[in-house]
């Protein structure tokens, strides 16, 4: 898959990061803060699609910060809350949130280039990680799992390579089903897929992160798959 991005360089203190966004915005997706409350990620296909996308960048850069800005998205019945950003970034790499107003204020002058991700080597390692966690759900170790945090409104998820790339199939299997649901074309959001066992166990209130569909309005665009576009209008010679 390629995906058109921006990269930046902005430093925070000594520290510079490789920063990239994608071009053009996500503008049809949708994420609210799911520590104060339940977290829902809501978009289209494309955005869901190239989302997907870029959390198999993430597993594959863990020197590159990626960062989704999705607060100014046109906004949508659902998600309920507060709209956040979404940064994704290896726990090696050391990112603090604290720090991220500063570099967020430095994503300026980017640089266009277009990424390429390789869909079968994040197949396999993200079915690594599903088929571990079938094993030993309840033992596994922090780094095999995604670490959440919500900072000047940004959800970050520090992770790993399995972890990311586990995360972007279900992303791109809710990109994919989501448009099936029965109640898709007449555009309801669609309950598609989970990132919650990805998370951190906990005894009390647990963090949940759900991954919806919804087809943008107005809604001529949208054909469920299996269905042609194009409807063959009847003649005025048509019986």
Do not use: K
């Not at 994040?122 to 959440?148: F, K, S, V, Y």
């Not at 448009?179 to 949940?208: F, K, N, Y």
């Amino acid at each position: 898959m390629r995906l058109r991005t921006e990269e930046f360089r902005p430093r925070a203190g000594r520290y510079a990061f490789r920063v990239v966004q994608p071009r053009p915005a996500l503008r049809h997706t949708t994420l609210n803060d799911p520590i104060r409350d339940w977290g829902y990620l809501v978009g289209d296909h494309d955005g869901l699609a190239r989302l997907a996308g870029l959390f198999s960048f993430a597993a594959y850069s863990p020197h590159t910060v990626v960062h989704v800005p999705l607060r100014q998205s046109i906004p949508r019945d659902y998600p309920q809350g507060v709209p956040v950003d979404l940064v994704l970034a290896h726990q090696t790499l050391g990112l603090r949130p604290s720090a991220w107003p500063a570099l967020r204020r430095g994503l300026t002058h980017g640089v266009p280039r277009t990424v390429r991700t390789d869909e079968r080597r994040t197949a396999c390692h993200g079915a690594a990680w599903e088929e571990l966690w079938e094993r030993r759900w309840d033992r596994l170790p922090r780094m095999d799992r995604l670490q959440p945090a919500v900072h000047a409104r940004t959800l970050f998820l520090f992770g790993a390579r399995d972890t990311f790339a586990a995360a972007s199939l279900r992303i791109g299997g809710a990109a994919g089903f989501g448009p099936l649901g029965r109640r898709a074309a007449q555009g309801h959001d669609v309950l598609s897929s989970s990132l919650t066992t990805l998370l951190p166990l906990s005894r009390g209130p647990r963090t949940e992160l759900d991954v919806g569909f919804q087809a943008y309005p107005p809604l001529a665009h949208f054909t469920r798959p299996g269905r042609s576009a194009r409807r063959r209008r009847p003649t005025a010679a048509s019986p």
